[in-house]
């Protein structure tokens, strides 16, 4: 059965249980670090990714956030804040920034459950699978522009192209 077919028995009202009966099908390390905090530990094939899932039945919405250690020359910040410019105009959902004090790179994005909606396996699938195929796809770009002779729209070339495979 296709993983992203797979459907749980039953489904809870607390996404954050549901999050972490993913995780453990998937085989990611993760820990529930508050209450209405889950952190999952992902390699990816450029990175490593420490993804953030917090609930706020506040206002019923589960936020991701994906980060990543980036630390850039000082001198090349203005090339990344362009090519994460570039990355973002492409970016269906979600988006990236970077956060200089802490050095790491961050795509956030969020689902709306208002109104009592309750939170499938599908939509966390879809959440995650976006967020590190993001990750991924931009990684490339972000490197050439800060430690590459690229310019940001030169860097952008490789995250739009879809190649197969890795060099």
Same mark, same amino acid.
């Given at each position: 059965?296709?993983?992203?077919?797979?459907?749980?028995?039953?489904?809870?009202?607390?996404?954050?249980? =549901?999050?972490?009966?993913?995780?453990?099908?998937?085989?990611? /390390?993760?820990?529930?670090?508050?209450?209405?905090?889950?952190?999952?530990?992902?390699?990816?094939?450029?990175?490593?990714?420490?993804?953030?899932?917090?609930?706020?039945? #506040?206002? /019923?919405?589960?936020?991701?956030?994906?980060?990543?250690d980036m630390n850039p020359p000082e001198a090349k910040l203005g090339s990344l804040y362009e090519t994460l410019n570039l990355a973002n105009d492409s970016c269906w959902t979600g988006g990236f920034?970077?956060?200089?004090?802490?050095?790491?790179?961050?795509?956030?994005?969020?689902?709306?459950?208002?109104?009592?909606?309750?939170?499938?396996?599908?939509?966390?699938?879809?959440? =995650?699978?976006?967020?590190?195929?993001?990750? /991924?796809?931009?990684?490339?770009? #972000?490197?050439?522009?800060?430690?590459?002779?690229?310019?940001?729209?030169?860097?952008?070339?490789?995250?739009?192209?879809?190649?197969?495979?890795?060099?």
């Amino acid at each position: 059965m296709n993983e992203h077919n797979h459907r749980f028995d039953q489904i809870d009202d607390d996404p954050l249980d =549901l999050v972490e009966k993913m995780a453990r099908r998937r085989g990611w /390390e993760y820990a529930r670090s508050a209450e209405d905090q889950v952190t999952l530990l992902v390699e990816g094939a450029w990175r490593g990714y420490s993804i953030t899932l917090a609930w706020s039945s #506040y206002d /019923e919405t589960l936020r991701l956030i994906c980060t990543f250690d980036m630390n850039p020359p000082e001198a090349k910040l203005g090339s990344l804040y362009e090519t994460l410019n570039l990355a973002n105009d492409s970016c269906w959902t979600g988006g990236f920034s970077f956060w200089k004090a802490q050095r790491l790179m961050a795509y956030r994005n969020a689902l709306i459950l208002s109104g009592g909606s309750i939170v499938t396996d599908g939509q966390v699938d879809q959440l =995650l699978d976006s967020a590190i195929a993001s990750c /991924e796809r931009y990684y490339p770009a #972000y490197q050439l522009a800060c430690w590459g002779n690229d310019s940001p729209v030169s860097a952008m070339n490789v995250a739009m192209s879809n190649a197969l495979g890795r060099a």
